[in-house]
């Protein structure tokens, strides 16, 4: 079991960046690879970033690669997503996830483990 909790979202503006963070308690945080996903109010929940159990392979939706950076640092138990060049369209919930295994998915079907989210939200 592993429980994960989200932080740093906010309101910014366009162009803003932002830093968000997810600590992990329980088992071992360097077993799961991590995702963070995102969820605009009526739309479903979609991939933003994936990287894996020791941090050197990453991945990247389209919609945010150049902009976003996803990190870790296991010593801290902690994923970080730094976000720069924010769009309104980036406005959504934030959700970090765990999955049980070393494998880098881009499907929450991939993730075992989920936070509760932060809320982002980017005005024009």
């Known amino acids: 079991q592993v429980q994960l909790l989200e932080s740093g979202g906010g309101l910014v503006q366009a162009g803003g960046s932002l830093r968000l963070s997810c600590a992990a308690s329980?088992?071992?945080?360097?077993?799961?690879?991590m995702g963070w996903f995102r969820q605009a109010p009526g739309k479903e929940r979609e991939f933003v970033a994936a990287?894996?159990?020791?941090?050197?392979?990453?991945s990247y939706a389209d919609s945010v690669k150049g902009r976003f950076t996803i990190s870790r640092d296991n010593a801290k138990n902690t994923v970080y997503l730094q976000m720069n060049s924010l769009k309104p369209e980036d406005t959504a919930d934030y959700y970090c996830?765990?999955?049980?295994?070393?494998?880098?998915?881009?499907?929450?079907?991939?993730?075992?483990?989920w936070g509760q989210g932060t809320q982002v939200t980017v005005s024009s």
């Open positions: 990287i894996s159990r020791a941090g050197g392979s990453t």
């Open positions: 996830a765990a999955a049980n295994s070393y494998y880098m998915g881009s499907y929450p079907s991939d993730y075992v483990y």
């Open positions: 329980g088992r071992t945080f360097s077993a799961y690879a």
